[in-house]
């Protein structure tokens, strides 16, 4: 069975830095994309970043491009989601899924976490 799991979510300072965690289990990690989205109350889920498997090509949401960093551990089956200079904008629903090929649209992709929640106060 397919899971993915997030941690890392809590509250958080604006200005301060968050590091997302995504465990992989039940697949080959290394042969998918993992990619990163989010959703604010009320909001359409948003991309953040992605990652891909064979070439580990990334893509960044414009919301929070250059504030952003990804990487994965294939040896550890985890995608990693580092967020600095967080701002108000920034809380969310955070969920990393899955896919062979993956892309920057969550309908790209066919397995999700659960979510791990950010917040963030002024």
């Known amino acids: 069975e397919v899971q993915l799991v997030e941690s890392g979510g809590g509250l958080m300072q604006a200005g301060e830095s968050l590091i997302l965690s995504c465990a992989g289990s039940?697949?080959?990690?290394?042969?998918?994309?993992i990619g990163w989205f989010r959703q604010a109350p009320g909001k359409t889920r948003e991309g953040v970043s992605g990652?891909?498997?064979?070439?580990?090509?990334?893509w960044y949401g414009a919301s929070v491009k250059g504030r952003i960093t990804i990487s994965r551990d294939n040896a550890k089956n985890m995608v990693y989601l580092q967020i600095n200079n967080l701002i108000q904008e920034d809380a969310a629903v955070y969920y990393c899924?899955?896919?062979?090929?993956?892309?920057?649209?969550?309908?790209?992709?066919?397995?999700w976490g659960q979510g791990t929640q950010v917040t963030v106060a002024s």
């Open positions: 899924a899955a896919d062979r090929f993956g892309g920057s649209q969550s309908n790209q992709y066919n397995f």
């Open positions: 039940g697949f080959t990690f290394r042969d998918y994309a």
């Open positions: 990652i891909g498997s064979s070439d580990d090509s990334e």
